[in-house]
């Protein structure tokens, strides 16, 4: 119909990715009516048709046939003289109907309708991108790694919608290359300059919800359910779960048959150390199956402030505390309760893991101890100065500062 390739634009657009075909006609149609509005005045008298399977495109206009001298608006009506010349058999009376063609709009018309078409097609994914977003917050989504930036990675979806993973969203672990498949899920969908601007992530606790109720049918069918869930990302996780039928053990379905559930969430997380915990409203004993797997001896509550004495025998404040105190401060976060390790008073001679003092001594300078066979806090006191100089890498000093600590566990 054209050389121009006005129709070419629907072709483009008409099995757009997210915009259903009937959209597309309509805005096929008011860019034409708005074509002939300009051209004519109104397009009253006109009638657009869009073919939807393959863009043909016709558009007729309707004039009213007056007698010679009595047309008013030539636009809405034309004279029986000039009708005559085109179909000799019509009257006065007659409604007479041809049909525009693209090139009576000229070249410049047909390229600004083009552009507009375009525009306004673009817009429209735009929106529909962003609704469609908008309503899955919350749901895992699976993309392809597009482009890695130092702050941020490109995602494509399998439509080809653009999602953003910062850093800051992504476990410490996590490394992508171009063309990697990656699962997160949709934690904010926002409208920036017009354009939808979907942000993913990996360390958000309903991630690591969904992973739950993709590998455990029990919870996706609502049999088990998630109460609560916390996560220092990449390290530990603790999940709170809860049945309501007594002959389903929660965590044994979430756990699975040695193990065979929850491997497969924990190697998504990159070896994220998951403890599943039975939910209760008794709060000692959910802060005992929340330091799991630490053995408490006693319990002090203070419901008021919300604050929990814990007393353990020394071999288990360790355990208790975690490595880089993550245990204890996610026990904390579970259960709502300010958590506080005691060791229990024990005999005179007992000694004492040397990593429980991870909260006053580097790891490194532990490590360094362990190193030489010192693992225990008696086992450091038994060597001279001199001998724990000689046998490490560590300075005079802070051996020195290691062995007052010590010291004053037996003081």
């Not at 006109?46 to 007729?60: F, M, Y």
């Not at 869930?229 to 379905?253: L, M, N, T």
């Not at 001998?387 to 890498?393: A, F, I, N, P, Q």
Request: proline letters at 3%.
């Amino acid at each position: 119909m054209s050389n121009i390739n006005l129709i070419d634009s629907f072709q483009e657009f008409k099995d757009f990715k997210n915009i259903d075909r009937p959209t597309v006609i309509s805005v096929l149609e008011e860019v034409f009516r708005s074509m002939l509005r300009k051209k004519y005045g109104t397009d009253e008298n006109c009638d657009v048709i869009v073919n939807p399977d393959n863009g043909d495109l016709e558009i007729w206009r309707t004039r009213k046939v007056m007698e010679d001298g009595f047309s008013e608006d030539d636009d809405l009506e034309i004279e029986l003289a000039e009708v005559k010349q085109i179909d000799p058999d019509m009257e006065v009376g007659d409604d007479y109907i041809e049909q525009i063609t693209l090139e009576s709009f000229g070249r410049r018309a047909i390229l600004a309708a083009r552009q507009t078409l375009v525009s306004k097609v673009l817009e429209l994914e735009k929106d529909e991108i962003f609704k469609k977003y908008k309503d899955r917050v919350g749901e895992i989504v699976t993309g392809e790694v597009y482009q890695v930036w130092k702050k941020e990675t490109l995602v494509l979806d399998d439509e080809g919608n653009e999602l953003l993973m910062p850093k800051t969203e992504q476990i410490p672990a996590d490394y992508f290359k171009k063309g990697d498949t990656v699962r997160a899920v949709i934690s904010k969908v926002d409208m920036i300059n017009s354009t939808p601007k979907i942000i993913i992530s990996r360390i958000a606790p309903e991630f690591l919800q969904r992973l739950f109720e993709i590998e455990v049918p029990e919870i996706f069918d609502g049999l088990i359910t998630i109460k609560k869930i916390v996560r220092e990302p990449g390290e530990r996780a603790k999940v709170a779960v809860e049945s309501y039928d007594d002959r389903i053990d929660p965590v044994g379905a979430c756990v699975g048959m040695k193990g065979s559930r929850i491997h497969g969430i924990v190697r998504e997380l990159k070896n994220e150390n998951i403890d599943v915990i039975n939910f209760t409203n008794n709060i000692s004993l959910y802060i005992t199956r929340a330091l799991s797997p630490a053995k408490i001896t006693s319990i002090k509550l203070d419901d008021v402030t919300k604050h929990a004495s814990v007393y353990l025998k020394p071999d288990q404040v360790s355990l208790a505390i975690g490595r880089g105190g993550h245990n204890i401060k996610l026990a904390g976060k579970l259960t709502g309760y300010e958590i506080d390790v005691y060791r229990e008073a024990g005999e005179e001679d007992e000694d004492v893991d040397i990593e429980e003092f991870s909260d006053e001594i580097d790891s490194w300078i532990i490590d360094e101890l362990k190193a030489i066979g010192c693992d225990t806090a008696k086992s450091v006191l038994s060597l001279s100065i001199d001998e724990l100089v000689k046998r490490t890498d560590l300075e005079e000093e802070t051996i020195k500062e290691v062995v007052s600590i010590l010291k004053s566990e037996f003081e």
